[in-house]
């Protein structure tokens, strides 16, 4: 225990557990200075260490508190530091040449793994990074006729080929074009990489072990379990999210749970954690179980490649297992702000890195917060694995959601479910990952069974991320920035205070309870939806197309098109309570309509995949094909003619009337044109589905004397300009369906067009500002021709019902819907 100074030093957590505080205002000065020495320039980090030190001076000479001379000490140094780099960097020769866009050959060092840029998938562009961000080591530069040696970061922006692969160490040059950093990390320069890297050393020896042992659990991890768990399994051992897929990616990404496939201290912490716990079961030497604990923290970063952010998590996996593993639980936070002050001093652009705040909040939370928690639920009777269990994730994501919310202008109250369903998994899931990729030299089959006993564990964190990531507005907009953290610093500290006492905090807890019970579902299914008798539904699925139609078998449906993104798709169905597809149609092969096919397969029965005559472009077929065959669907072929029939809904396919032989697949507009155009009949009435058809397969159909009347019209192609009058005059619509993104940078929807619809007496809603939107039939009511009448409903504001006008044909449609000429 702590002398008299004990309030000084120490504080109690919230299960009265001392609290060693006396390092923490050092390592937050140190932490401050490093910023405004970043945010400022030298002049600040000079005038600090001026000023810090001769406070440093007095308190040496006057005998004031020991705590005044280590902040004072500690915020000098850091002064010093941070004026010489911020100095390096503003004198340093590369600057004024990337003010020009200055021509350059730099010989590098990779300090990081190259990062992918993804690009988003559209048109006859497939999903998948085009371009790298690599973070490196400057050796030399040249620039014209000038060169020399010198050091600083640089940060290129690469093409994919040849850069990709880099590992830490590598050595290369590269050339391309300057530009200035604009950030202020004390990168020197951008460089925009021209061709593929030149002059690439071999990496180091232990580098080429540790991508051996990694391709290991790849290969382990694709043998043994599905596509989706074989590219998890790699990312939670080691960081390896290569093979990760892009949707299960999304899933992770709004789910919470995108730091379980960044390696952290939690990952080194369970690792080393396994092995005390195993040298303890053989009752081994204190000093030996530290020893070996060391050696599998140093063993890990070389598996995991010791980048910068690698690094960082094995200090703070050692602080957790200084802390919590050797029993020493009063000394977490000194060694957590040692830990801080070092990291800092050895690197000040850490002070504006994201990862490392939230790594060092996560750290905190988890030696000092976690534990207090945990004990407090024991003493309430919780069992033991139970109260960890909730207080590990409940403490990370108290302590970090302030960051979090001031980086993405978002609260997602449904992460803290996420990651308490997922803490059994992470631990088992780690460890045999690991294990995996160590024996996979020397025992495939070895490597199989680790692989294969990790899979139930992956399986379910698969599960948890698809479901939460189904659950519809469940991030609650907050704003950005420094003052949207401070926000919520301000709101959970008012929670703590209230919840102070028990009567008070049980009050609160029923509170967030009931509103939990009453908000999650709502988010899942808002009441009243889906609408009674819906007959076909547009879903928001962002900038693309994906209609559900009704069958008379309950819960069958057939879906024309995917939408962009698997989450979306697979949330509207799910909403839409959806248990099997009779047959998913494909219009055409634009990423904006097969991009979410896998995740409105996953998971259900269905019958086939329908495509048209054109088959371009052909990675897209590639991938339909794919993913048919993995949800053993057969794939189809639809040509104008054909008529499908199930219980309930009758499908006519009537275009395109003259497909092409040959399209060239990056011709937008002609793929757009040999879409297929579908005539629904349900219990509402006629669906006109026409895809993205624009002017020249509209012509087609007219000159073919298509019958094109319908009750409902799904917008061509979102909307756009190019819809003529006379197909807008022919199908004479009661009701139009745009399926559209929001921002979208197209210009969709046509806002005269629409205009112009309306006022002839359809009833038009777009998703982009109504959500999913139904169409459904009111009972007991008809329209002058006897026909039932029908209501437009949207998931936003299910209650209220706009009912449709008379056919549009009464009010021909003329001039002013009449698209534009093309630019």
């Given at each position: ?64 508190a020991p705590g005044v001379l280590a902040v004072a000490g500690c915020a ?403 704003p950005e920035g420094v003052l949207g953290a401070a926000l919520l610093v ?334």
């Amino acid at each position: 225990m702590i002398g008299n100074g004990t309030a000084a030093r120490s504080g109690r957590t919230g299960a009265g557990r001392s609290v060693d505080l006396r390092l923490l205002p050092a390592a937050l000065a140190v932490w401050a200075v490093m910023l405004l020495g970043l945010g400022i320039g030298p002049l600040a980090g000079t005038a600090i260490a001026l000023a810090t030190g001769a406070v440093a001076v007095a308190a040496r000479t006057r005998r004031w508190a020991p705590g005044v001379l280590a902040v004072a000490g500690c915020a000098a140094a850091a002064g010093l530091v941070i004026a010489a780099h911020t100095l390096a960097v503003a004198q340093h020769p590369l600057v004024a040449p990337a003010e020009h866009g200055a021509a350059a050959t730099l010989d590098i060092v990779i300090s990081d793994d190259p990062r992918p840029i993804r690009g988003a998938a559209y048109g006859s562009r497939p999903s998948g990074p085009a371009q790298v961000v690599v973070a490196a080591a400057l050796v030399a530069a040249a620039t014209g006729p000038e060169r020399w040696s010198s050091g600083g970061r640089v940060l290129l922006v690469a093409p994919v080929e040849g850069w990709r692969d880099l590992i830490p160490g590598q050595h290369a040059r590269a050339e391309g074009l300057l530009a200035p950093a604009g950030r202020s990390d004390l990168t020197v320069a951008v460089l925009r990489v021209r061709g593929p890297p030149q002059q690439v050393t071999a990496p180091p020896w232990w580098q080429e072990a540790a991508g051996g042992l990694r391709a290991g659990l790849r290969e382990a991890s694709r043998a043994v379990l599905a596509p989706a768990e074989a590219g998890l399994l790699p990312g939670l051992a080691v960081g390896d999210t290569s093979g990760l897929d892009a949707e299960l990616e999304s899933d992770f990404r709004a789910s919470g749970l995108t730091h379980l496939v960044a390696v952290s201290g939690a990952n080194l912490a369970i690792l080393s954690g396994a092995v005390l716990g195993l040298l303890r079961l053989l009752r081994a030497d204190p000093r030996l179980s530290a020893a070996v604990s060391a050696a599998s923290i140093v063993g890990f970063v070389v598996l995991a490649r010791p980048s910068p952010s690698v690094v960082r998590a094995a200090v703070m996996g050692a602080v957790v297992l200084l802390a919590l593993a050797m029993g020493r639980g009063r000394s977490a936070l000194p060694a957590l702000a040692a830990a801080v002050i070092v990291l800092l001093l050895a690197d000040p652009a850490l002070a504006l890195d994201p990862g490392f705040a939230l790594s060092v909040l996560a750290t905190g939370a988890l030696v000092v917060l976690a534990p207090a928690w945990a004990l407090a639920l024991r003493r309430r009777r919780v069992p033991g694995w139970m109260a960890e269990a909730v207080a590990v994730p409940a403490a990370a994501f108290v302590v970090t959601a302030p960051v979090i919310a001031g980086l993405s202008g978002l609260v997602s109250p449904i992460a803290v479910l996420a990651n308490l369903l997922a803490v059994p998994a992470v631990a088992p899931a780690t460890v045999l990952g690991v294990l995996a990729a160590l024996v996979s030299p020397i025992s495939t089959p070895l490597a199989h069974a680790c692989t294969w006993a990790a899979g139930p564990a992956v399986g379910w964190l698969v599960m948890i991320a698809d479901r939460s990531a189904g659950v519809s507005g469940a991030a609650v907009p907050w704003p950005e920035g420094v003052l949207g953290a401070a926000l919520l610093v301000v709101v959970l500290v008012l929670l703590w205070w209230w919840g102070r006492s028990p009567r008070r905090r049980a009050l609160l807890l029923a509170v967030l309870l009931g509103l939990a019970l009453v908000l999650v579902p709502t988010r899942v299914a808002p009441p009243g939806w889906p609408p009674t008798g819906w007959s076909v539904v547009a879903c928001d699925v962002g900038q693309g197309d994906a209609l559900v139609l009704a069958t008379a078998r309950p819960g069958w449906v057939v879906l024309v098109d995917a939408g962009p993104d698997a989450g979306l798709i697979d949330g509207c169905l799910r909403r839409l309570g959806v248990q099997g597809i009779a047959l998913a149609v494909i219009s055409h092969l634009h990423a904006d309509h097969i991009g979410g096919l896998a995740g409105a397969l996953r998971g259900r029965p269905v019958g086939g995949v329908a495509l048209g005559p054109v088959h371009e472009p052909a990675w897209a077929l590639r991938e339909v094909a794919d993913i048919a065959a993995q949800a053993q669907a057969p794939l189809v072929e639809l040509t104008a003619g054909k008529r499908l029939d199930w219980p309930g809904l009758a499908l006519d396919v009537i275009g395109p009337t003259h497909p092409a032989a040959v399209v060239d697949p990056d011709d937008g507009t002609a793929v757009n044109d040999s879409s297929l155009v579908l005539r629904a009949t349900t219990a509402t009435g006629s669906v006109l589905l026409p895809g993205d058809a624009e002017l020249a397969a509209q012509a087609d159909l007219l000159a073919a004397h298509t019958d094109l009347r319908a009750e409902v019209l799904k917008m061509p192609h979102h909307g756009s300009r190019y819809t003529a009058p006379a197909f807008l005059n022919a199908v004479a619509p009661r009701a139009v369906l745009v399926s559209v993104g929001a921002g979208n940078p197209y210009g969709h929807p046509n806002v005269a067009l629409l205009t112009v619809l309306a006022d002839a007496g359809a009833a038009v809603r777009r998703t982009d500002q109504a959500g999913d939107v139904a169409v459904v039939t009111v009972a007991g009511d008809a329209d002058h021709d006897g026909r039932p009448d029908l209501a437009v409903v949207s998931r936003g504001d299910p209650v209220r019902a706009r009912r449709s006008g008379p056919r549009a044909a009464g009010r021909r449609i003329g001039r002013a819907a009449r698209a534009p000429p093309r630019r």
